[in-house]
């Protein structure tokens, strides 16, 4: 079946302006998370679903960023009053149950502030 | 707090044997993995092992966990050149779900 699926692929933006990164996991996939990946920081956990709750947000940078999951499948990330150090690629996985089985990655969504 | 690191560069001639090292810091890990990201790719789940084995062998890959020493390693045997890649460590917490990365190495492989 189809893998997890971002879009869009890129997106540059200006600063101030807000952005929302899509993502659509694997179909029946209970558990959807979001990474952070930017050069100097590495990869960066952001926030964790399971279904549309979000027990895990301890990685949202600050509250310019704020995510939701709808029907317990596709999820939203939002910056809002974006900034030059948001600039990164912005990662999605999912995971048929959560708790340490394998996630699966999206290709992610480069995002330039500009 | 959870750290994970790992040296950023390895090169290695087309044949040889690649290894590379990470080392943890929370002994509560329950799950290590490799992952693999190639140029403009997502990340590629290689291998995994639990917290309570030291060896998993899958085709040319070796792991090997220290837990003592709080140390992880991949072994890639007969590296080609379509190994070159970005490699990266990761550690789930117990009752954690979400992955802790370490920065990355990258391999690269001549021929």
């Known amino acids: 079946g189809a893998g997890v699926s971002q879009s869009p692929s890129n997106k540059v933006t200006e600063k101030g302006k807000d952005v929302e990164l899509r993502c659509d996991p694997i179909?029946?996939?209970?558990?959807l998370y979001w990474y952070r990946q930017s050069l100097g920081q590495g990869l960066e956990f952001l926030i964790y679903f399971q279904g549309n709750s979000a027990p895990d947000k301890s990685g949202l940078p600050s509250d310019r960023f704020s995510a939701e999951r709808t029907g317990g499948s596709v999820s939203t990330l939002t910056i809002q009053r974006t900034q030059q150090e948001d600039s990164a690629v912005y990662l999605c996985?999912?995971?048929?149950?959560?708790?340490?089985?394998?996630?699966?990655f999206g290709p992610g969504t480069r995002l330039t502030v500009l | 707090g959870e750290d994970v690191e790992q040296s950023l560069f390895l090169s290695v001639r087309e044949g040889d044997s690649s290894v590379i090292n990470c080392t943890y810091t929370?002994?509560?890990?329950?799950?290590l993995y490799w992952y693999k990201q190639e140029p403009g790719a997502g990340l590629q789940l290689l291998t995994y092992i639990f917290s309570n084995m030291d060896m998993k062998q899958d085709q040319r890959l070796t792991v090997l966990l220290n837990k003592k020493d709080k140390h992880l390693s991949l072994r890639i045997a007969d590296t080609q050149t379509g190994d070159s890649a970005i490699y990266f460590c990761a550690e789930t917490l117990s009752g954690y779900s979400t992955l802790t990365f370490g920065k990355g190495t990258m391999l690269l492989v001549s021929p």
């Open positions: 179909s029946g996939h209970t558990a």
């Open positions: 929370d002994s509560s890990s329950t799950y």
């Open positions: 996985a999912s995971s048929l149950v959560g708790g340490g089985d394998e996630q699966f």
